[in-house]
């Protein structure tokens, strides 16, 4: 079980503003943080990981307590066990894929881990490469392994997939359920992608202006709950063209007439789409 009470002041999309989180996470739990820009849901990751002090808090990881403001608790990034994971790589240039990990490999960590991991995120072949001859999603696997090798407590993930293409960000997704059944690491995922927050995580944190408007599973979070019997799929628009809107979801590509109910919806629009509402026809 993680315990989370914390405030902060920041300065938010709005102004200036307070980060007021007060929840658990239940261990081996994967939860996504989900709120607009500036709504704070970084901060938090960063507060978590001991790289920013909140003036009020407490923090307590599987019984181990890393932050009591009041009794003047704060273990340093460096003994909180943790593993982070960014939009940035940080792997180092001169280094294969194989010694970035080793690396990161604690002192008296097994180095069979390292080929583990290699295998479990398909990445034999690339182990004596240098992060130059990488791909993007190659590069995020890569920092993905290196986050899991110290078996971390509670693994925090900062949008990493939004700056991949969308076939490789749908594989990556595949590849975080596969990592997450198998080592079974608390996480806390950020990210304003539903389809992913849907396809990912347990429960939604939802996040505007620093403090919790809503916990839930992400069918109640996104308010979708009380259509169940009639919901088929979340999406996004990809385009808008002579009264068709085509809808991606995953692997395909739903296309349905304009309406009045559709009206004004752009490319870049998450939608949901109900069986009773709309006509749907399935492209290859």
């Known amino acids: 079980m993680i315990r989370i009470d914390i405030r902060k002041k920041l300065h938010m999309a709005g102004g200036n503003g307070e980060l007021v989180i007060n929840t658990n996470l239940a261990q081996g739990s994967f939860t996504a943080v989900f709120g607009p820009s500036g709504a704070g849901k970084t901060s938090l990751l960063r507060i978590l990981a001991g790289l920013m002090q909140p003036e009020e808090g407490y923090i307590e990881v599987n019984g181990e307590v890393w932050l009591d403001t009041v009794r003047k608790v704060n273990l340093p990034p460096q003994k909180r066990n943790v593993g982070f994971l960014f939009q940035d790589y940080a792997l180092f240039p001169n280094m294969t894929v194989r010694e970035n990990l080793l690396y990161a490999l604690p002192d008296a960590g097994d180095k069979l881990q390292v080929n583990s991991l290699l295998l479990t995120l398909n990445m034999q072949a690339l182990a004596d490469k240098r992060p130059e001859l990488l791909s993007g999603g190659q590069k995020q696997r890569v920092a993905l392994a290196r986050a899991l090798l110290r078996r971390p407590q509670l693994l925090l993930l900062d949008e990493p997939l939004s700056a991949l293409d969308h076939s490789t960000r749908i594989a990556l997704q595949d590849e975080l359920k596969i990592v997450h059944h198998k080592y079974g690491v608390t996480t806390l995922l950020v990210s304003h992608d539903v389809p992913e927050v849907y396809k990912l995580a347990e429960n939604v944190i939802s996040l505007d202006a620093g403090s919790i408007q809503q916990i839930g599973s992400p069918a109640q979070v996104f308010g ?41 919806l752009s490319i870049g629009t998450r939608v949901s789409i109900h069986a009773a509402d709309l006509s749907l026809q399935k492209l290859l």
């Not at 979340?234 to 991606?248: A, K, T």
């Open 224 to 264: 979708l709950q009380q259509y169940t019997n009639g919901l088929m799929v979340i999406g996004e628009v990809i385009g808008v063209n002579n009264g068709i809107i085509q809808v991606l979801t995953g692997h395909a590509v739903i296309q349905l007439s304009e309406t009045e109910q559709t009206a004004g």
